[in-house]
């Protein structure tokens, strides 16, 4: 169920928590929910990871994304949370997608080359396309 895109980031379609134990094994240290509450009617909700993820001893943090795009403050929470985890982490959505293209984002923000940006992703079965054009700005702001 969990994609690996790096080392130390992984991104999964909604999880339930009965995938906080598989988190652990695999030694996350912090479950990034990118999914707004709500989304849809079978979707765990937020608070409900967030505790579950607590009681196993792993940071939560939401960072809600939703259809519209991503803003210039998702992509620094993004990178933050991202930056701060002391280990493996493990962020969510609906499918993963936005998971995985907000990690793009912060990763391109941080200057990563957009060309690995876009692999590691396709590795992971995720497309950069269509914010491929973003990637390259913000690769080239850095």
């Avoid at 991104?11 to 929910?33: C, H, W, Y």
């Amino acid at each position: 169920m969990f994609r690996q895109i790096t080392e130390t980031v992984f991104a999964s379609p909604q999880i339930g928590t009965d995938a906080i134990a598989e988190a652990k094994a695999l030694g996350i240290v912090r479950i990034i929910n990118n999914r707004p509450e709500g989304e849809s009617e079978d979707q765990v909700a937020g608070d409900v990871i967030a505790a579950e993820a607590a009681t196993a001893g792993i940071d939560y943090v939401a960072i809600p994304v939703g259809h519209g795009g991503f803003s210039q403050a998702q992509v620094d929470a993004m990178a933050d949370a991202l930056d701060t985890a002391e280990g493996p982490v493990l962020a969510y959505c609906r499918s993963g997608t936005r998971s995985t293209l907000l990690w793009a984002l912060a990763r391109a923000k941080a200057g990563d080359s957009p060309a690995v940006i876009a692999s590691k992703a396709a590795a992971a079965g995720y497309d950069v396309s269509p914010i491929r054009q973003l990637i390259d700005m913000l690769s080239a702001g850095k």
